[in-house]
C-alpha cells in the first residue's frame, strides 16, 4: 500500500465500538492524517458501535452471520460492499470472529486487529481476566496483521502495561483501552504511510 493516497479503511466491530471510535475521531482532529474511515462493518443486531458510527456520520452495514449459509457467502457479501466503498484497509476494532479465507486473501498485508496482551500471552477472550488469573506483572496490547489464525498474525506495535496489586478486570481494562487507542493511532499512521514491510513474523518499520 503506497503512502501517497490517504488509505480507505473499513473498521469492523461487534461491540462497545471504543477502538472503532477512537479511530474515527483522530482522523477527525487530524492525528491521523492518511486514513479515511469509509464504512463500519458490524456483525451483531444490538452491538452499541452502530448508533455510534450513524451519529459519527460514517455508515455502519449489518452482516449477521446467521442469515448466510456459510461463513464464505458471508465474507463474500461483505467483500462486494467494501469495494462499493473502494476499501483498501480493514482494521479489526472489537470484532468477535475470526477473518476467513475469502476477507484474507482480498486484501493481503491489509488487515490489522488490536489484542488486549502482549501476543503470544493470553489470546482469544478476556485477555484482562486471563493476565490476572496468571499472575503477570505485566500486560498490555498488541497490534498485528491478521492470518487465519486467532490473534496470530506479524506483530506491527506493543505497549506494556503494568499490572497493579488492586487490579481488578475493569480497572485493568480501562487502562488497556486508553493505551490500545493510542497504540492503534500510531500502528495504523505508519501502515497507511506504507512504511511497514512483513518479513516472515517480522514486521520492520521503514
Ligand atoms: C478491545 O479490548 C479490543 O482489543 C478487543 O476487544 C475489545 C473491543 O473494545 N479485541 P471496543 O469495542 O473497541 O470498545
Not at 496470530?152 to 499490572?163: D, E, F, K, N, T
Amino acid at each position: 500500500m503506497p503512502g501517497d493516497k490517504p488509505m480507505r479503511l473499513a473498521l469492523f466491530a461487534s461491540g462497545r465500538g471504543s477502538n472503532a471510535m477512537a479511530i474515527i475521531s483522530a482522523v477527525r482532529s487530524g492525528k491521523l492524517k492518511n486514513i479515511v474511515p469509509v464504512v463500519v462493518v458490524c456483525d451483531k443486531e444490538k452491538a452499541p458501535v452502530i448508533g455510534k458510527a450513524r451519529d459519527a456520520g460514517i455508515p455502519c452495514e449489518l452482516f449477521l452471520p446467521k442469515t448466510f449459509d456459510s461463513k464464505e457467502a458471508y465474507e463474500r457479501a461483505i467483500l462486494v460492499h467494501l469495494r462499493d466503498f473502494d476499501v483498501h484497509g480493514i482494521a479489526l476494532a472489537g470484532y468477535m470472529r475470526l477473518v476467513g479465507p475469502v476477507l484474507v486473501d482480498a486484501y493481503p498485508d491489509r488487515i490489522v486487529n488490536i489484542h488486549p496482551s502482549l501476543l503470544p500471552a493470553f489470546p482469544g477472550l478476556h485477555a484482562q481476566k486471563q493476565a490476572l488469573d496468571y499472575g503477570v506483572r505485566v500486560t498490555g496490547v498488541t497490534v498485528h496483521f491478521v492470518d487465519l489464525l486467532m490473534d496470530h498474525g506479524p506483530i506491527i506495535l506493543q505497549r506494556a502495561v503494568s499490572v497493579l496489586p488492586e487490579d481488578t478486570e475493569e480497572t485493568l481494562g480501562s487502562r488497556l483501552l486508553s493505551v490500545e487507542h493510542e497504540a492503534y493511532i500510531e500502528a495504523l499512521e505508519v501502515l497507511s504511510m506504507g512504511r511497514l514491510r512483513i518479513y516472515g513474523r517480522r514486521v520492520l518499520w521503514t
